[in-house]
């Protein structure tokens, strides 16, 4: 297991699909003039680790990420997950499997830094890790009971900025004095470890808790989780839009 090399030719996919129950529609929303899509496909390209794509359910999708000079392909309209897209996407796109890592960037994340998406990719120089992500410090004390905020539990040296997962959960764990920790759903895959994961079955904790990442787990595959400073901000619903839009604008020019 140690004499596999670190990834060295990533590739960044970025899932998109128009259905969306509290914002409908939601990858060609308007921000300064451009699709939603496009600034997340902007921003995984400033992140400067492979080529990026759009996993794309819709042909409107694809046509806003072309016009504005990006690369998009068409993925069936039924895939229950993002993980599952992106496969699909990859496997169409290089069957030969010359890309050895996938980096997944949540098609909802227009003002996710490009160091954020450096910074999920990095845990894979590791042998060790099958599978890479963010979680960040849980700092308001309403999160830490709230089962919408997922907590990644962590064997995590003090000070530590980058620790193995032990279990994700909708429960405030782990108990005790220290951190919790906010699970952040941005991914890096090894190529294989992603082909082993879309064809695993749904585990029972993963149905239990709702939380995909837990079949990984549960078929002993490796997840390391590197720490950063905030949550990027997740589009879900009108008001995000608008926040988003108030971020981008005072956003410096790269």
């Not at 409107?60 to 993002?82: Q, Y």
Request: aromatic residues 4%; proline residues 11%; negative net charge.
């Amino acid at each position: 297991m140690t004499n596999i090399p670190p990834p060295s030719n990533p590739i960044v996919v970025i899932p998109a699909r128009m259905a969306s129950t509290r914002l409908p529609g939601k990858p060609l929303a308007d921000i300064l003039g451009e699709p939603m899509i496009v600034h997340v496909w902007r921003r995984a390209v400033e992140a400067d680790i492979g080529p990026v794509v759009v996993a794309c359910a819709e042909p409107e999708i694809a046509r806003a990420v072309e016009a504005a000079g990006g690369k998009a392909v068409m993925t069936r309209p039924d895939h229950p997950s993002g993980s599952d897209r992106i496969f699909e996407a990859v496997s169409l796109l290089d069957p030969d499997g010359h890309y050895d890592a996938v980096v997944n960037v949540q098609g909802d994340l227009p003002t996710v830094e490009p160091e954020v998406v450096r910074t999920a990719f990095a845990p894979l120089s590791d042998p060790k890790v099958d599978i890479a992500t963010l979680v960040v410090a849980i700092t308001r004390e309403e999160e830490r009971t709230d089962p919408n905020v997922v907590k990644a539990v962590l064997e995590l040296p003090p000070d530590g900025r980058r620790g193995r997962a032990l279990y994700f959960t909708r429960a405030t764990a782990p108990w005790g004095d220290g951190p919790l920790f906010h699970h952040i759903g941005l991914y890096a895959y090894r190529r294989e470890a992603l082909e082993r994961f879309v064809r695993l079955p749904p585990s029972m904790l993963e149905q239990r808790e709702k939380l995909e990442q837990l079949r990984a787990l549960a078929f002993g595959m490796r997840i390391d989780a590197a720490v950063v400073d905030a949550v990027p901000l997740g589009v879900d619903t009108p008001a995000d839009l608008e926040r988003a839009r108030t971020l981008l604008a005072r956003r410096p020019s790269p």
